[in-house]
């Protein structure tokens, strides 16, 4: 079915499938599709939350929500409220080639009125094995139990992704990110939120500019930046590139490769297991880390005071730097506190 001959078909649903009022609990019309040659989705709404979930064995189903928005002083809708409101959107819900399209935009030209704004939301139940293109303006998105290539994105509210694998591309503008059990290819960007990240698998990119960074649990190459927070995390193997600009760093049972830096607090370190490379920087605070020692290290350690019980060490030692070869020499070890003491295994 072509795009330009769903609106018709829509609105002789709505007209058949009304309740008597709107509420955030009731659909206010839901649709099937069941052909198995459907394998992607098209969901976009200006105004309201979106949430996708897969693993469905009998095809697509689509739910829209009408619901005032919370400004306006209502909780419900009437049936003659809700139609003359979305007198001012396009609404599309139906199939173009292989996929599943659900739309809802204003029309150009309609005048804002705060008193009658409504926010329109969609709830997908989708096979499994799809892909999908998401975009909101007002509302957060929830994206479950798929596999395939993902991408979403939201300009004013939170994204909710669990149990995804396949290429996963979220972004929103205003929210906070949780991500759980997720496999392969994530990338994941906030403007102005925290992100908090477990069970995570891949290839791994998680960035904000103004929050927080919760890491448990991932292993894989991983990268986590914040302009404006602290990182934490436990339990993390492969590589790790992670910094903030405006909060303290702090890891425990990392095993592997591991590059962190601060320009505003501390960092505090627990090694589990070393890899190809330790690299932890400090503008503004101290560095504390445990670590084996018993393997082959370039050891390369600066600060106000730098602390390090040594044995088979071939190089200098002086109160506010260490530099040389443990047990022959190795992997590189690099520690700088600017304005702060370094401190292994104390």
Not at 11 to 16: N, R, S
Not at 84 to 97: A, H, V, W
Not at 196 to 216: H, W
Not at 230 to 240: F, P, Q, R, T
Request: include cysteine.
């Amino acid at each position: 079915m072509k795009t330009k001959n769903l609106l018709p078909v829509i609105l002789a649903i709505f007209v058949t499938s009304l309740a008597n009022a709107q509420s955030r609990e009731t659909p206010y019309v839901t649709k099937t599709f069941t052909s198995s040659s459907l394998k992607a989705l098209t969901v976009e709404t200006s105004g309201g939350s979106i949430a996708v979930t897969g693993g469905q064995s009998n095809g697509f189903k689509v739910e829209m929500y009408v619901v005032p928005n919370n400004w306006n002083g209502k909780q419900e809708l009437s049936k003659e409220e809700t139609e003359d409101r979305l007198e001012d959107y396009d609404i599309l819900i139906g199939t173009e080639g292989n996929q599943v399209i659900a739309t809802a935009k204003r029309k150009a030209g309609t005048k804002w009125d705060n008193k009658k704004s409504i926010s329109i939301g969609f709830k997908v139940y989708a096979p499994r094995a799809i892909s999908t293109n998401i975009k909101t303006s007002g509302g957060s998105i929830k994206i479950a139990s798929l596999t395939g290539e993902q991408n979403f994105t939201t300009s004013g509210g939170s994204l909710k992704v669990e149990d995804l694998e396949g290429t996963i591309n979220g972004r929103t503008s205003g929210g906070s990110i949780e991500v759980s059990n997720c496999r392969k290819n994530i990338e994941l960007v906030t403007s102005g939120g925290s992100i908090k990240a477990t069970d995570l698998k891949g290839n791994i990119e998680l960035k904000t500019s103004g929050g927080s960074i919760a890491l448990n649990n991932l292993d894989g190459d991983i990268a986590a930046h914040t302009s404006g927070g602290s990182v934490k995390g436990d339990v993390i193997k492969g590589s790790l590139n992670t910094g903030t600009s405006g909060g303290s760093v702090r890891l425990a049972n990392v095993s592997g490769s591991l590059r962190a830096s601060t320009s505003a607090g501390s960092v505090e370190v627990s090694m589990a297991q070393l890899g190809q490379y330790l690299d932890l920087k400090s503008s503004a605070g101290s560095i504390r880390v445990t670590m084996p020692l018993e393997k082959g290290l370039d050891l390369n350690l600066k600060g106000n005071k730098v602390t390090i019980p040594l044995k088979n060490f071939d190089g200098s030692i002086d109160k506010d730097r260490v530099s040389g070869k443990l047990n022959g020499g190795g992997i590189p070890v690099t520690l700088s506190a600017s304005s702060g003491s370094v401190y292994v295994n104390q």
